[in-house]
């Protein structure tokens, strides 16, 4: 068996023989001040892109509400047909 190693061996992989590392947080101070910097570096959407994603969702959800409300008065129509059938 092949034995491969990642070109940086400070990362750990998935592999039994370098299991990856895990890292334990003792101060809460410093686990908040991180939680900080990272939402810092996220890339919040604009309120342009905001309203347009909720619009969207708005009138997908309509769509799909009206569709599947035909579909069930189509349904309805020829189960009532095949009921009233007399043998």
Do not use: C, H, Y
Not at 44 to 69: C, H, N, Y
């Amino acid at each position: 068996m092949v034995e491969r190693r990642s070109p940086k061996p400070e990362v750990g992989g998935s592999i039994p023989s370098a299991p990856a590392k895990k890292k334990i947080m003792i101060n809460p101070l410093k686990f908040f001040q991180e939680v900080k910097q990272e939402a810092f570096r996220v890339t919040w959407p604009t309120k342009k892109d905001t309203v347009t994603g909720a619009l969207m969702v708005f009138v997908l959800a309509s769509l799909a509400a009206v569709f599947f409300l035909l579909l069930d008065q189509i349904l309805k129509f020829f189960l009532d047909l095949i009921l009233t059938i007399n043998f």
